[in-house]
């Protein structure tokens, strides 16, 4: 895996693993917007993992529903040695779901529809070396 660096006051360099392809382009939207760059969209939890491997990325922000068979909570506990923070996105309450992605320690939790002004504080303070509070 690529040696991760701080992205402390920085532009982030962000995956985004989601299969629903307007909410992908959305949130591409939105982080650009907020000047960061996404590095990568995929739609599995595959195409995540080898990304993560290939690229250095500061952030992820994970559908917890994927195509595939991996879910965004199994990409979430693949890349826990590598520390790459994750913020995860659903349209699911399960709470079952909730405390199974709760273990993966995200930085926050995002529910569909997306709050852009959520995001962007999200994105700021991951940008500027904070950790966000998970529940909002």
Do not use: W
Request: glycine share 8%; charged share 25%.
């Amino acid at each position: 895996m690529p040696d991760q660096h701080s992205p402390i006051n920085s532009k982030l360099r962000v995956l985004i693993v989601e299969d629903e392809f307007l909410v992908a382009d959305y949130l591409c939207d939105l982080i650009e917007e907020a000047g960061h760059e996404v590095v990568a969209i995929t739609p599995s939890g595959e195409q995540a993992v080898a990304c993560l491997e290939q690229k250095v990325i500061d952030l992820a922000i994970l559908d917890i529903k994927l195509k595939g068979k991996m879910t965004g909570i199994d990409v979430a506990a693949s890349t826990r040695n590598g520390a790459i923070p994750h913020v995860f996105i659903s349209g699911s309450g399960d709470p079952t779901t909730f405390k199974a992605a709760q273990q993966t320690e995200p930085l926050a939790f995002l529910q569909k529809p997306l709050d852009a002004r959520r995001l962007r504080s999200i994105l700021d303070q991951v940008a500027g070396g904070s950790r966000p509070n998970p529940t909002g």
